[in-house]
């Protein structure tokens, strides 16, 4: 009986397979849907390479799947200057050939085709030298393919289709670098912004310790040395939370040693997040703009709350202040920088950096990441931030 419900067991197994397999099998079934199939995997492939921009490595490791989608003998990529930076298939005696005519592609930026190039063993071949016309920059590059025979428009045509293909990710790599570029510019501003009156300030504090307590002066003085080299470091668009809120603690420890206990600070951190991902810089401002506005014209001082949240998929993170906060028609009317003078008279910007900021924050992750703030004259400031908790390409 054992035996006989095995066999049942084993066949009702078997049958699912074959079910499954079947099912499987029918997506990809006629000849036509398992082309398209592959010619948009190895488009896929050669997308990758090119999406880095055209370089002797990009073009060598596109150039095979450029070449698959051409059906070419052999294919090559040049630069924008003639130089040949990768040739893929037989026939590499004829790049010398494949460099000169993409000097005249590149040159008048139209096809070249060379019948019959070296002679010999190759006059039944036609070189195609294709150029690789960027729209935001003219030509990138040129596509060589080797081909048998006189080219007909068929062929023409697929090469430049292929060629206009290598152009849309060449042109997206731009984009790309463009992006970083102005992460870059972007976090240099940001860094330009630090007050300077925190930077003169802390270091009056520090010289007002060197007598009275010098050990609690080489501690601010570790601390503004740390806060310093973070702030201002060559490397990355991006940080790990735990990182940011590590600067901002020693920001908090010069402030805090300059208004003592008028100023409260209050974290409330969830450990799962501290590994989140984002923009350099993204919570400095926000936390020197509580403490200024919630010190603002209050004989009391204030008191600033930072909390990092998990929400799912998503990281959320406040900042608070109890301070004089201000009017929401100039968050409504987008000035998010706008100056105006504070309440205790020092005419510093209302709000360092928030529209840095909410940019980059948008630039990352799209339009549901930006800035929220809440905010009504005297009832305090409250800026939030989503962060994804993952979201590919973007590492610290």
């Known amino acids: 009986m054992t035996t006989a419900l095995a066999v049942v067991v084993a066949a009702a197994l078997l049958a699912g397979a074959l079910l499954i397999w079947s099912r499987t099998r029918r997506v990809v079934t006629t000849p036509a849907e398992r082309a398209v199939h592959s010619a948009l995997h190895t488009a896929s492939l050669a997308a990758v390479p090119l999406r880095r921009g055209l370089t002797e490595d990009s073009a060598r490791e596109a150039a095979p799947h450029l070449r698959a989608l051409t059906g070419a003998e052999a294919l090559a990529l040049a630069d924008a200057d003639g130089t040949v930076l990768a040739w893929d298939g037989p026939h590499a005696e004829l790049a010398e050939y494949f460099g000169e005519a993409a000097e005249r592609a590149v040159a008048g930026q139209r096809p070249v085709l060379v019948a019959g190039p070296g002679r010999g063993e190759h006059a039944g071949r036609t070189l195609i030298a294709q150029p690789l016309l960027v ?26 289709e292929v060629a206009r293909y290598a152009c849309g990710q060449l042109e997206l790599a731009e984009l790309d670098a463009s992006r970083a570029r102005l992460d870059r510019a972007e976090v240099r501003a940001l860094r330009a912004q630090i007050s300077p009156h925190f930077i003169y300030n802390a270091l009056n504090t520090i010289a007002s310790f060197v007598r009275t307590d010098p050990a609690r002066a080489r501690e601010l003085i570790l601390e503004f040395a740390d806060f310093t080299r973070y702030s201002f470091r060559a490397a990355g668009e991006y940080t790990v939370l735990s990182d940011e809120l590590r600067n901002i603690e020693r920001y ?46 209050t004989a009391h001082g204030g008191t600033v709350s930072i909390v990092a949240t998990d929400a799912g998929t998503d990281c959320v993170i406040s900042v608070e202040d109890d301070g004089v906060g201000m009017d929401p028609d100039l968050l ?17 910007a209302a709000h360092v950096g928030l529209a840095n900021v909410d940019d980059r924050l948008r630039a990352a992750f799209g339009d549901d990441y ?21 979201r590919a390409g973007i590492r610290p």
């Open 252 to 297: 908090l420890a010069l402030e805090r040693a300059r208004f003592g206990d008028a100023l409260q600070v209050r974290l409330r951190i969830a450990p799962e997040v501290l590994g989140v991902v984002l923009p350099f810089l993204a919570l400095q401002p926000l936390v020197e703009n509580a403490v200024r506005h919630g010190l603002a014209g």
């Open 332 to 348: 409504r009317s987008g000035a998010l920088d706008a100056v105006e003078t504070s309440p205790a008279g020092s005419g510093e």
């Open 135 to 160: 729209e935001s920059n003219g030509v990138a590059g040129v596509l060589g393919v080797v081909s048998t025979g006189q080219p007909g428009p068929g062929r023409l045509g697929a090469v430049a």
């Open 370 to 390: 930006g800035l929220v703030v809440e905010t009504a004259p005297g009832a305090g400031t409250k800026v939030s931030l989503r962060v994804p908790k993952f």
